[in-house]
């Protein structure tokens, strides 16, 4: 999945100031702009910032590369870049020297991989690279999101058992305010107790989980994310807490 860090060279060099859209194809043009020692006159080519070498006219480009976040959400905060008076924003929570890149006029912005409801705990993923969040969240490409599910009601061991093969199959879910109603597809559904479990999805429909419990008579009272992909919520993060991802781990999300 290597392709997946990677984005387009004109948008790099937008992104970073170097050029604009309407001169990035003349630049090219132009200049000697090479990616590891070749020239590129291609301005989709696309290039990982952490491992390829960027030069124009000979002189190396030490770019920026794309930033990665794991956040421990934390619940009454909003994805939303803006605080709404009632609730943080989860940009409120990031270490301080991120905090130029939250800037609405930063060339390289940071943004969440997808949102959390309010009262939805777990895992969070930031970062500046626009293609990786896109292929993140991207139906798709059928991307694992598992999430901890406490419910309302106990369910009996006949009515687990039913709920667990419902779940693996898909069902109708109904419309809920603007949003419209929907076949899930099939999601992988594991008990821990009679009133609690793990739910694996690979959509992300607004209000999904919720709305699938609803569906089948029951309510969600507490919802954490554990895991996307492979990669799992890291336990140390207390609520609030985020850290920068490592290569190894970035990989884990598409597996």
Same mark, same amino acid.
């Given at each position: 999945?290597?392709?997946?860090?990677?984005?387009?060279?004109?948008?790099?060099f937008?992104?970073?100031?170097?050029?604009?859209?309407?001169?990035?194809r003349r630049?090219?043009q132009?200049?000697?702009?090479?990616?590891?020692g =070749?020239?590129i006159?291609?301005?989709?080519?696309? /290039?990982n910032?952490? +491992?390829?070498?960027? !030069?124009?006219?000979?002189?190396?480009?030490?770019?920026?590369?794309?930033?990665y976040?794991?956040?421990?959400?934390?619940?009454?905060?909003i994805?939303?870049?803006?605080?709404?008076?009632?609730?943080?924003?989860?940009?409120s929570f990031?270490?301080q020297?991120?905090f130029?890149?939250t800037?609405e006029n930063s060339?390289?912005?940071i943004?969440?991989?997808?949102?959390?409801?309010?009262?939805?705990?777990?895992?969070?993923? &930031?970062t500046t690279n626009?293609d990786? =969040?896109? =292929?993140?969240?991207?139906?798709l490409?059928?991307? *694992?999101k598992?999430?901890?599910?406490?419910?309302e009601k !106990?369910?009996?061991?006949?009515?687990r058992?039913?709920l667990k093969?419902?779940?693996?199959e898909g &069902?109708?879910?109904?419309?809920?305010?603007?949003?419209k109603?929907?076949?899930?597809?099939?999601a992988?559904?594991?008990w821990?107790?009679? +009133?609690s479990?793990?739910?694996?999805?690979?959509?992300?429909?607004?209000?999904? /989980?919720?709305?699938?419990?609803?569906?089948?008579?029951?309510r969600v009272?507490?919802? *954490?994310?554990i +895991?996307?992909? +492979?990669?799992?919520?890291?336990?140390?993060?207390e609520?609030?807490?985020s850290r920068?991802? !490592?290569?190894?781990?970035?990989?884990?999300?598409? *597996?």
């Amino acid at each position: 999945m290597e392709g997946i860090f990677k984005e387009r060279l004109d948008t790099v060099f937008i992104r970073r100031g170097i050029s604009t859209h309407r001169r990035v194809r003349r630049l090219l043009q132009k200049h000697n702009v090479c990616v590891n020692g =070749s020239r590129i006159l291609e301005s989709g080519f696309r /290039v990982n910032l952490a +491992s390829d070498a960027i !030069s124009i006219d000979g002189i190396k480009k030490n770019l920026a590369p794309d930033i990665y976040i794991m956040m421990n959400k934390k619940a009454g905060t909003i994805c939303s870049t803006k605080d709404d008076g009632l609730y943080k924003t989860v940009y409120s929570f990031i270490p301080q020297k991120y905090f130029d890149y939250t800037n609405e006029n930063s060339l390289q912005k940071i943004h969440t991989v997808g949102r959390l409801d309010t009262d939805t705990e777990g895992l969070l993923i &930031f970062t500046t690279n626009g293609d990786f =969040s896109h =292929s993140l969240a991207n139906p798709l490409f059928h991307v *694992k999101k598992t999430y901890y599910v406490e419910l309302e009601k !106990s369910e009996s061991e006949e009515k687990r058992k039913f709920l667990k093969e419902k779940f693996s199959e898909g &069902f109708f879910i109904p419309a809920e305010k603007n949003e419209k109603e929907f076949i899930s597809r099939p999601a992988i559904l594991e008990w821990n107790r009679a +009133s609690s479990c793990r739910l694996t999805i690979t959509e992300g429909k607004f209000h999904q /989980v919720k709305r699938m419990f609803c569906a089948q008579g029951n309510r969600v009272v507490f919802l *954490k994310r554990i +895991s996307i992909g +492979s990669l799992a919520l890291d336990e140390k993060l207390e609520a609030g807490d985020s850290r920068e991802l !490592s290569s190894e781990e970035l990989s884990l999300l598409f *597996k």
